[in-house]
């Protein structure tokens, strides 16, 4: 089964709207951290956002906001009023911290191409 | 400061030969991970080295390798290159122990051909 699930291939928004990109994630282990990945077509990748499993609050940093729902395995990325430097792709990733607690593998889903219009 | 550094930018290779690529983290980051990103696709976990060991190895052949230095710049070798190795190579370094963000690098672009 897959991990990380990102079921939108692309989505399109109006400059200084807000959208969301969707991400499920499927795992067993009670402690794992969600990120959100900002990919332009330079390569890099950037991060934008972490959420805890055991976070009570959803994480926001600046336009972004991480919509966590624990019990629907679902850990969204809205992007509020959206930029034309927003047009990127958008990775969700989760890191699975085991019993050990030394996993540092990241695990990606496939990705949403993000363009914003003018 | 700097963030992380590879090299190189780009490189074309033809198959069945060996490659070599490298990666400088953060200043006082332990800890570098190594990721294939092929076209189209999310990135896919190759190595994890901290402290200069190897602490986690991706589902690769043994054609790749990897080792992390004493200064915790590390290497990553892939030998007898074949056309599904062109990929986007990312490096990405962090604290290690109990901190969770990973810093990327720009990435090697490498195409066999």
């Known amino acids: 089964a897959q991990k990380i699930t990102q079921t939108q291939p692309g989505m399109f928004v109006q400059e200084k709207e807000a959208v969301t990109l969707d991400c499920t994630y499927d795992?067993?282990?009670?402690?794992?951290?969600l990120f959100w990945y900002k990919q332009p077509s330079s390569g890099e990748m950037i991060f934008l956002i972490y959420?805890?499993?055991?976070d009570q609050q959803n994480a926001t940093e600046g336009r972004y906001s991480l919509n966590f729902q624990k019990a629907r395995k679902s850990a969204n990325l809205v992007i509020s009023a959206s930029q034309l430097g927003d047009s990127a792709m958008y990775f969700c990733a989760m890191r699975e911290w085991g019993r050990g607690g030394s996993n540092y593998k990241l695990t990606f889903g496939k990705g949403t191409l993000l363009t914003v219009n003018p | 400061d700097a963030g992380v550094t590879q090299s190189p930018t780009h490189l074309i290779k033809t198959r069945g030969q060996h490659v070599t690529l490298r990666c400088s983290p953060i200043s006082g980051h332990k800890s570098v991970s190594w990721y294939q990103q092929v076209l189209g696709q999310g990135p896919q976990f190759i190595f994890q080295y901290y402290e200069k060991e190897e602490r986690g190895r991706g589902n690769f052949p043994d054609r790749f390798s990897a080792r992390q230095f004493p200064n915790y710049s590390s290497e990553l070798n892939v030998n007898a290159l074949l056309l599904g190795d062109s990929a986007l190579y990312l490096c990405a370094s962090s604290l290690g122990g109990a901190s969770y963000e990973q810093y990327f690098g720009p990435g090697t672009r490498l195409t066999v051909t």
């Open positions: 959420q805890g499993s055991y």
């Open positions: 795992t067993s282990d009670p402690s794992y951290g």
